[in-house]
């Protein structure tokens, strides 16, 4: 029987995993223990850098015995502080850079298996290297991971067309807390065999299991896309313009972000080559593409008729067309590197939140009247995926404000903007999840009943509490037994 307060040793991580699968210097494992925006700072015992899914599973044995805190780490792209560890030195991350392999393709079956590791640039490309397509598309394509995109439920510019990860995903394979693997890697579309276990894992930020593999979905190749920025009078329009667009074009709209003024002035202000691609400034902007597999298909025809009819209408007020590739990347980067730029101009604050579409442009007329009587030394700079009634409501400080100021405000911000936000039947959080950032968040929005459910879920996936502790669910309330959310659920919302 091992000895539970002994904690894990190295010389055994080195046994499992090898003496290159085991970082302890400072300077090796430093880019493991911050998150990207540098929310957190964790320690760990080591960085395991396993190789196979059999390494994995023995070192999820091995930690479980000795109840050692284990940290699934992807391309640690996440914004909730998910993949890193805590401050206590025990624990020990698992990044999955190694288990990076395409494993295979099927054309035929419009599926591909890949490994956790895989970054999503890579998978996107094997997809079109066999002549199809994979949609999930984000700002951070270049360094996040599949196994990430997974574990968060990731959303990003084409889920009005194509769905979230959770969509996406026909099979799994998975490491249990115990070390045993759960094969699952399924290429079927349909599958009715008692409960679906494999969604448990899905936006389960590694606190259910580490996801080694995913059988996933892929589409027909896109080969005609029309890309396009309009300006229009409020968010109003913007809604109408989507349904427009979406009946005009037989449903080919596959993104369609909400873009305001100052999304323009801090991206020509900061980020290099960016240019506001309209001769006078407006307050809202839409970046809207239509796609389809047919290389035939007159898209641009179909986007310039639907803005020319919404321009006499006076649903856009201006608009122009990209005209090539470049002029599509421009716009493109305009659009993904507003993160980039509220970065550069100082501290800020984000909202990851959800609304009915329709009642969208309700809750940011009364959110926004909120922030410019209540936040007067911050700017709301508020964008994103429209087309899923998912806006990142997020405040940088104003100019000359001061930095500390602003941010010690963030509780009482939070709480008046997502309690708004529940209001209108909204989401806390829309696409990047709980991890760290927003467990007090979850146990004050979700109800009772589901609390007392995901917590019985952990308990019956994790009994020792081993898999990323203290993300999504606190670990204080698991270890009291505790049932249903110490505040009161919203039992009643009203509609806007
Ligand atoms: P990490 O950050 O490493 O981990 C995220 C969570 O998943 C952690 O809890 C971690 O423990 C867990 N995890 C990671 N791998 C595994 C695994 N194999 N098994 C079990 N658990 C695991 N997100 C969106 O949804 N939409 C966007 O449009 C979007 N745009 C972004 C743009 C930029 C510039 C940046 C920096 C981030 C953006 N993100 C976006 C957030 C982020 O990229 C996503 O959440 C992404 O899915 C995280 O993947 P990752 O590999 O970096 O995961
Ligand atoms: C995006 O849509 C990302 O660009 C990041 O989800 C959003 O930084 C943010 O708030
Ligand atoms: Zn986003």
Redesign the pocket.
């Known amino acids: 029987m091992p000895d539970q307060s002994a904690g894990a040793s190295i010389e055994a991580l080195e046994e499992i995993l090898g003496a290159d699968g085991v970082l302890t210097d400072a300077v090796d494992t430093a880019p493991f223990l911050t ?2 925006r540098r929310l957190y700072h964790g320690q760990a015992l080591a960085v395991a850098l396993p190789r196979s899914v059999e390494q994995i599973s023995r070192l999820l044995a091995y930690c479980n015995e000795r109840h050692v805190g284990v ?10 502080g ?2 890193t560890p805590d401050e206590s030195g025990r624990e020990i991350v698992v990044s ?1 850079q190694r288990l990076n392999h395409i494993r295979s393709v099927d054309s035929l079956n419009y599926s591909l298996v890949a490994e ?2 895989c970054i ?1 640039a890579d998978v996107q490309r094997a997809a079109d290297d066999a002549e199809r397509f994979f949609p999930l ?4 394509e270049g ?15 084409s889920v009005l067309r194509y769905g ?2 959770r969509d996406l995903v026909l099979g799994l394979e ?1 490491v249990l807390a115990d070390g045993r693997i759960l094969s699952s890697l399924s290429a079927l579309r349909k599958d009715n065999t008692g409960y679906d276990i494999k969604s448990l ?1 899905l936006g ?4 259910l ?4 593999a995913a059988s996933i979905k892929l589409f027909p190749k896109v080969r005609s896309s029309a890309t396009a920025f309009a300006a229009v009078s409020d968010v109003r329009a913007a809604i109408d313009l989507l349904a427009r667009l979406r009946e005009a074009s037989g449903d080919r709209v596959s993104s369609f972000e909400l873009i305001p003024r100052i999304g323009i002035d801090l991206t020509t202000r900061h980020i290099p080559g960016v240019t506001d691609p309209l001769g006078r400034p407006y307050s809202w902007y839409v970046l809207c593409e239509l796609t389809s597999s047919r290389a035939a298909d007159p898209l641009d025809d179909v986007i310039e008729e639907a803005l020319a009819s919404a321009l006499e209408d006076g649903l856009v007020l201006d608009a122009a067309l990209a005209r090539s590739e470049r002029e599509r990347d421009a716009l493109w980067k305009l659009r ?1 590197t507003i ?2 730029a509220q970065r550069l101009d100082g501290a800020n604050l984000k909202h990851d939140i959800s609304i009915a579409v329709s009642a969208l442009p309700g809750f940011v007329e009364r959110a926004s009247r909120w922030v410019h009587e209540n936040v007067l030394d911050g700017r709301l700079v508020a964008y ?2 429209v087309g899923d009634g998912n806006l990142h409501f997020n405040l940088n400080q104003a100019p000359g404000s001061d930095r500390n100021t602003f941010l010690a405000r963030e509780a009482p911000l939070k709480r008046a903007i997502h309690d708004l936000v529940r209001e209108f039947g909204g989401s806390f959080s829309a ?3 709980i ?1 760290r950032l927003k467990v007090g968040e979850l146990e004050r929005y979700a109800s009772p009943v589901e609390l007392d459910l995901m917590r019985a879920v952990k308990r019956a996936f994790d009994p020792n509490g081993v898999l ?1 502790p203290g ?1 999504v669910l606190s670990s204080a309330a698991l270890r009291a037994g505790l049932t249903g959310s110490a505040e009161p659920a919203c039992a009643v919302q009203r509609s806007p």
Not at 146 to 156: F, P
Not at 209 to 212: A, L
């Open positions: 998150d990207h940290v699934p780490q992807g391309g640690n792209t996440g914004y909730c998910g993949a999955l956790a590791g999503l598309s984000l700002g951070s360094t996040c991971q599949i196994g990430g995109n997974l574990s968060t439920n990731a959303g990003g510019t979230m990860m998975v894992f389960a930020e590694g606190t299991g580490v996801i080694t993904e993160p980039e994103g995926h696409e990047h999840g991890g990323n993300k």
